[in-house]
């Protein structure tokens, strides 16, 4: 419940940031995007080395067996959050108004400066392609909540990383849904 609470607040704080930026800071995110959206988070999932996932166990001398977890950073590499796509700011050959795109957030915990989604909100993101790093991801499969048959492959040529961390994500409310004109406006003025 601890834990539970904490992830919240997490949320939370990451979410309600104040929104500072100016039309300049939306233009300089712009134009290291490769596209911005306005997006519905659908689901999260972790990205894993599942040969990693694997227990140890050890017979102690008084007949019972110690059994070692394995740390979440020796086989985590991440997670993936699913988003629908309200709305394309700005296009890629890739996305389209309605489609799904996966978005990853690199590393094996979420932090207070880690970019937070909640599932069924929406967000302004902008976003660009995930490098490939072949040795990096290499054997990774998106862990799904439920036990599955087969494994998805995590393929980083189809994966997007937000644009300048936290700063490339904006949590829409009936309060800052201005701010997607003041985007548009400014991907007009840098003609992007």
């Known amino acids: 419940m601890f834990s539970a609470i904490c992830l919240y607040s997490l949320i939370c704080v990451a979410n309600c940031r104040q929104v500072t930026e100016t039309p300049q800071d939306w233009a300089a995110l712009a134009v290291d995007s490769s596209t911005v959206i306005v997006g519905v988070a659908e689901k999260q999932m972790a990205v894993v080395h599942p040969g990693k996932m694997a227990t140890r166990s050890t017979q102690l001398s008084d007949g019972k067996v110690l059994v070692e977890l394995p740390n979440r950073s020796d086989y985590m ?44 909100q929406q967000y302004l993101v902008f976003l660009s392609k995930l490098a490939p790093d072949p040795q990096r991801f290499e054997g ?24 300048g961390n936290a700063r490339g994500l904006v949590h829409l409310t009936d309060e800052n849904l201005k701010l997607i004109d003041q985007v548009k406006a400014a991907l007009v003025t840098a003609r992007l």
């Open 77 to 120: 590499e991440g997670r993936i959050v699913r988003m629908r796509i309200v709305e394309v700011l700005k296009r890629d050959s890739k996305v389209k108004a309605h489609g799904v795109i996966n978005i990853f957030i690199p590393g094996a915990a979420l932090t207070d400066l880690s970019p937070a989604f909640e599932e069924g």
């Open 140 to 163: 990774t499969t998106i862990h799904h909540d439920v036990p599955s048959v087969w494994e998805e492959r995590f393929i980083p040529g189809s994966q997007y990383v937000i644009v």
